[in-house]
């Protein structure tokens, strides 16, 4: 007999996945937590059985949460990530030599503990000695109001806006993420599907633009996400995405990038007009 995992998007439709087999189910102070073999896209994370990373389909995710925000900050040194505990996102920030510092604050221990253990591919910096990487585990509304003016880049790859992440779309909190940032710095925030969440997407950059100068949407295809359909938040004190872009930089890379790319980084900004709706 198959064993297939249902995560519904909406009460009618959802992503099924045959399992081959569990490998951690538990529950910590926060969340349920369980990572599983699937047939089609390798090791999947779940947290309260959402999708939250696969070994398959990660690399758009964590190229398209970090290079778009280090590429046009023309000297990334210190870098925040708050959320993350799978690690993805921290392996691709030390991929830039600029960085001097990059700090996880994840909320959840446990999410960063079983990353290490079982997505060794995602969590190889958190779980390794780079002596670049710091780790804390605190709720990341409350770590920088205790960090102002620190960092170059602050990347919020959250869960949605439910449970410990609900402050994690709101105003303050964006004032908070402002005031820790540099004079030139800049901020990147997953921010759900344009396809199905339009009430979040409209709340959240309404939110962000009451705080940022320089606020715009990009996207990124995502299949385990719902829709796959997928958004970021590109919000600035000083860089513009498109305009302050230096695409020598980015194609001078020296590292290889699965997803993203110097024409990509442009392209990502152009949306569909119903995606641009949502954030008018
Ligand atoms: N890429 C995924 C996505 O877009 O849904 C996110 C993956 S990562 C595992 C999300 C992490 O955010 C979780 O491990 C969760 O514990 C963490 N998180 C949620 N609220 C938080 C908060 N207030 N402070 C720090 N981490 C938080």
């Known amino acids: 007999m198959d064993l297939w995992y249902t995560e519904k998007h909406t009460d009618a439709a959802g992503i ?13 102070e926060f969340q349920k937590l369980d990572i599983v ?8 994370m779940l947290l309260d059985g959402l999708v939250m990373v696969t070994e398959r389909d990660e690399f758009v995710y964590h190229d398209m949460v970090t290079h778009p925000a280090l590429f046009t900050q ?8 708050i959320g993350g505990g799978d690690g993805g996102t921290i392996r691709e920030i030390v991929r830039h030599p600029e960085v001097e510092l990059a700090v996880l604050c994840e909320i959840d221990g446990l999410v960063i503990e079983k ?6 591919s995602m969590a190889c910096e958190i779980g390794g000695s ?67 969440h339009a009430d979040i997407q409209k709340d959240m950059y309404h ?13 990124a295809f995502i299949p385990t996400y719902p829709s796959g359909l997928w958004s970021f938040a590109f919000a600035s004190k000083q860089y513009h995405p498109i305009k302050d872009f230096d695409r020598e930089r980015a194609a001078q890379r020296k590292f290889h990038t699965r997803y993203y790319n110097e024409d990509l980084h442009l392209g990502a900004f152009m949306l569909p007009t119903f995606a641009r709706e949502n954030i008018t």
């Open 37 to 44: 073999e699937t047939d089609e896209y390798g090791r999947m």
């Open 130 to 196: 780079n002596p670049k990487v710091k780790l804390h585990v605190d709720d990341g509304i409350a770590y920088i109001k205790e960090h102002r003016g620190e960092f170059d880049i602050i990347l919020v790859d959250s869960t949605d806006p439910i449970g410990p992440a609900v402050g994690l779309f709101e105003e303050g909190f964006y004032q908070t993420v402002f005031a820790a940032l540099k004079e030139d710095g800049i901020m990147v925030a997953q921010s759900e599907s344009p396809f199905y």
């Open 115 to 120: 990353s290490i253990e079982l997505l060794p």
């Open 74 to 81: 023309p000297n990334p040194k210190k870098v925040l990530v």
């Open 16 to 28: 099924t996945l045959r399992i081959r087999k569990s490998l951690f189910s538990g529950e910590s």
């Open 207 to 219: 939110n962000l633009r009451a705080v940022f100068p320089i606020v715009e949407m990009y996207q």
